[in-house]
């Protein structure tokens, strides 16, 4: 299994301004990934964190709105760039084994708040 | 476009009685299903999951059964207790790719 912690916890910020959330697992994985939950919805995928390379993005997410870093095996950040009401949220930090069927672990998340 | 549904976003049950949760899904490719628990103010952790070459998966109090004609996974909980109240995601899988249904509450009264 895999322990991830994510910073903030918790935020409230100005529309138009960014935020980066952090993601730490506490052993080397695969595979992460960052979700975001919106009142009433489903988890939803952003996109996968590659190590060394860019983030692969699902649609209706771009690289300009939501930029992701990776830069080693056990950390990643995910920042909401140009912040508008609507991009208030929940985002969730997971990490997987990669072989298809591993069940992913999930952070604790981030609830973030725009006025 | 929802793929995989949970149609009751809450549920109360009395405890020691059973909770059934259940999931519809769209996608015929979806090739393994879990189920996520998720107390207030923590990430969601692993229940338990089954491969769709079965219908039924069991780990102590929680059963999966899949009926894949019906297109449908449905999880139970007997006997139900209080620390089982959380939300519960069903989740399904076709390679890399997870796609999470909406979550039902469930509220076990003691």
């Given amino acids: 299994s895999a322990v ?3 910073k903030p916890s918790r935020d409230i910020c100005q529309r138009g301004t960014s935020l980066t959330i952090q993601c730490q697992v506490d052993s080397q994985v695969t595979m992460m990934f960052w ?5 009433g919805q489903s988890l939803t995928l952003i996109a996968t964190a590659n190590q060394g390379s860019e983030a692969t993005y ?8 939501f930029p992701i870093s990776r830069p080693n095996l056990t ?3 995910l920042t909401v760039s140009n912040m508008s009401p609507e991009d208030s949220s929940i985002y969730l930090c997971s990490a ?3 072989t298809g069927y591993d ?4 952070g604790p998340g981030t609830r973030l708040t725009v006025t | 476009d929802q793929q995989v549904k949970q149609n009751s976003p809450s549920l109360s049950v009395q405890e020691g009685r059973i909770s059934i949760l259940n999931c519809d899904y769209t996608n015929s490719m ?4 879990l189920w996520y628990k998720k107390y207030p103010a923590e990430g969601p952790t692993f229940l338990i999951s089954i491969s769709s070459i079965k219908d039924k998966n069991e780990d102590g109090r929680f059963t999966v059964f899949l009926n894949k004609s019906a297109k449908h996974l449905s999880l139970h909980i007997v006997p139900s207790q209080p620390g089982d109240s959380a939300v519960y ?3 399904a899988m076709t390679g890399n790719q997870f796609y999470f249904g909406t979550g039902t509450s469930l509220t076990v009264i003691p």
Wanted: some cysteine.
């Fill in chain 2, 30 to 33: 979806f090739d393994y299903f």
């Fill in chain 1, 35 to 39: 979700y975001r939950q919106q009142p």
């Fill in chain 1, 96 to 98: 997987g084994g990669g």
């Fill in chain 1, 58 to 65: 699902e649609s209706g997410f771009v690289i300009d709105k």
């Fill in chain 2, 89 to 91: 995601f069903c989740a």
């Fill in chain 1, 4 to 6: 991830i912690s994510q």
């Fill in chain 1, 75 to 77: 950390f990643s950040t």
């Fill in chain 1, 103 to 106: 069940q992913q672990y999930f």
